[in-house]
């Protein structure tokens, strides 16, 4: 009798029932309940961390961002559009989508949060980035921004990892493209990263932004702010 093909061993091994495990013994005391660590993370974070500068729904974002990057030194970076947040909350409420340059962001963005089921979108898998991306002189995180083409008009955008990404954005409005509702400009690194971000909170368009100057940012940070603004209930 021949063997069976592996992947037919696996997809067996994958539908058969599978006793629950025995929990390991508790050796340690820490705090395991979801909803207490959330609760006491955040009551921490502002117990500790200067908010005054910002508006309560700013705060909101600030002290989520806060817990992802375990670091309340964080809010002296933060910059905030007087309407970004007024801006993004509307737009997802209206269904906009959130538009991103990394399929980490695309993952950590919690659906349930999202107002209006809103499609969450990273075209950094394109096939036709490459092309693009070779045929521009530039990076695919940038080529995949075009790609969103009308899409991209009234959408949340969050850039979290390529200061190209958000470089290209800035000329694709310049030059009288589709003009997204705000700009999470997040993204991390030594080169291009601080300048981006820059030149977003000097963007001459008034497109409503959220950056974190310097060289600091990165998906987590992108994901936290995306989170916190899709819905107002901090422990949702």
């Not at 093909?5 to 820490?30: C, G, H, I, K, L």
């Not at 964080?74 to 801006?87: K, N, Q, S």
């Not at 991103?100 to 659906?111: E, K, L, N, P, W």
């Not at 200061?163 to 997040?186: K, Q, S």
Request: net charge negative; charged share 20%; aromatic share 6%.
């Amino acid at each position: 009798m021949p063997e069976p093909a592996v992947d037919s061993v696996f997809a067996d091994e994958a539908t058969a029932p599978v006793a629950a495990p025995a929990a390991p013994t508790r050796r340690y005391a820490y705090a395991s309940d979801p909803q207490a660590i959330y609760r006491d993370s955040f009551a921490t974070i502002r117990a500790e961390t200067d908010l005054t500068r910002f508006t309560p729904e700013e705060s909101v974002v600030a002290v989520r961002m806060v817990h992802a990057a375990g670091d309340t030194g964080l809010v002296a970076d933060l910059d905030f559009h007087p309407r970004l947040v007024e801006a993004a909350r509307g737009a997802l409420r209206a269904g906009a989508p959130v538009l991103t340059d990394a399929q980490m962001i695309a993952s950590g963005v919690t659906r349930r949060r999202l107002p209006a089921g809103n499609d969450v979108r990273c075209l950094l898998g394109d096939p036709r980035t490459t092309e693009l991306a070779r045929a521009w002189g530039t990076t695919r995180s940038a080529a995949a921004v075009s790609l969103w083409g009308d899409a991209l008009e009234g959408a949340v955008v969050a850039i979290g990892n390529a200061p190209t990404a958000l470089f290209h954005l800035l000329e694709i409005v310049a030059d009288g493209g589709p003009r997204p509702a705000a700009v999470l400009g997040i993204p991390v690194g030594f080169i291009g990263s601080a300048e981006s971000k820059e030149a977003l909170a000097a963007n001459p368009y008034d497109l409503p932004y959220l950056v974190v100057h310097g060289r600091r940012g990165g998906s987590a940070l992108c994901v936290a702010a995306v989170n916190a603004l899709a819905t107002e209930d901090e422990l949702a």
